[in-house]
């Protein structure tokens, strides 16, 4: 079992930054890829960003590609999202994720484990 706790989320100003991160207890993730999901009121889960297990690859959604930065500390066994120049639709609950494999994917079903979420606010 794993289990996934994230945190650093928060009310921010359109422009502003927040970095959240994913702590994991229960097994060492640091021989799997870890991801980040969204989710905003009235739409689905959407794929955020991911990482490979050992940080080497990186992949983003097109709509936060260059604003993001996924980073994985294999010895903390924490992933974290440093998001800058954050603008008011990407207001939603970001959920970090536990690959089922080694290889960062862009797809739901490929994550076993996930997180509670963490509520991120941009404001006008």
């Known amino acids: 079992q794993v289990q996934l706790v994230e945190s650093g989320g928060g009310l921010v100003q359109a422009g502003g930054s927040l970095r959240l991160s994913c702590a994991a207890s229960g097994r060492t993730v640091s021989n799997y890829a870890m991801g980040w999901f969204r989710q905003a009121p009235g739409k689905e889960r959407e794929f955020v960003a991911a990482i490979s297990w050992s940080g080497g690859h990186t992949y983003y959604a097109d709509s936060v590609k260059g604003r993001f930065t996924i980073s994985k500390d294999n010895a903390k066994n924490t992933v974290y999202l440093q998001m800058n120049s954050l603008k008011p639709e990407d207001t939603a609950v970001y959920y970090c994720?536990?690959?089922?494999?080694?290889?960062?994917?862009?797809?739901?079903?490929?994550?076993?484990?996930w997180g509670q979420g963490t509520q991120v606010t941009v404001s006008s």
């Open positions: 994720a536990k690959a089922r494999g080694q290889i960062a994917r862009m797809i739901n079903y490929e994550y076993d484990y």
